[in-house]
């Protein structure tokens, strides 16, 4: 059961991830400029500043290269997680798999710029890949060391 359930979690992140490389540049980079003016106007508040409208859409330019490439990493540091957590119900030994899972990331990673060269508005490059395995590699840091926290209290206990 274990097994298809963390398969089914796989495959619906790794929808969510495809469905957020189908939208068109302008949806895409609507969703990222929301998030920044999120971001710059909250700041504003917290620092009691009274920042002109001009002040603030230059600090969401600012922002949105970060912004994009954190998005990338985020999904894909889910998706080495997920992948990882699957794979270990079937393997017991995480140290001879987390390239495996690492090299599906880069691998998924690919198929998606690939992907977003038919959607309009968006572009496959190379160096989103890079971010996408970079982030795909803190994902299995962090699962790498949650496993081993459990273990370490698992033989405390």
């Known amino acids: 059961m274990k097994k298809k359930i963390t398969f ?10 495809f469905c957020f490389s189908a939208q068109n540049g302008t949806r895409s980079s609507g969703i990222s ?22 002040k603030i859409e230059e600090q ?7 912004i994009r490439k954190s ?9 080495a997680i997920l992948v990882l957590t699957h794979m270990s119900c079937y393997v017991n030994k995480p140290k001879k798999y987390w390239l495996w899972g690492w090299a599906f990331c880069i691998l998924y990673a690919i198929t998606d710029e690939i992907h977003q060269l038919f959607v309009p508005g968006r572009s496959g490059r190379i160096f989103d890949v890079g971010v ?9 840091a962090v699962f790498t060391i949650f496993l081993q926290l459990f273990a370490y209290f698992r033989k405390k206990n």
């Open 71 to 79: 998005g990338h990493m985020g999904e894909y540091a889910l998706l």
């Open 8 to 17: 089914l979690i796989l495959v619906l992140w790794m929808i969510v991830i």
């Open 132 to 140: 996408d395995a970079v982030g795909s590699l803190v994902g299995v």
């Open 60 to 66: 969401v330019e600012g922002m949105q290269f970060l």
């Open 33 to 54: 400029r929301f998030i920044g003016y999120g971001i710059a106007e909250k700041q504003n508040q917290l620092n009691q500043q009274e920042k002109s409208k001009e």
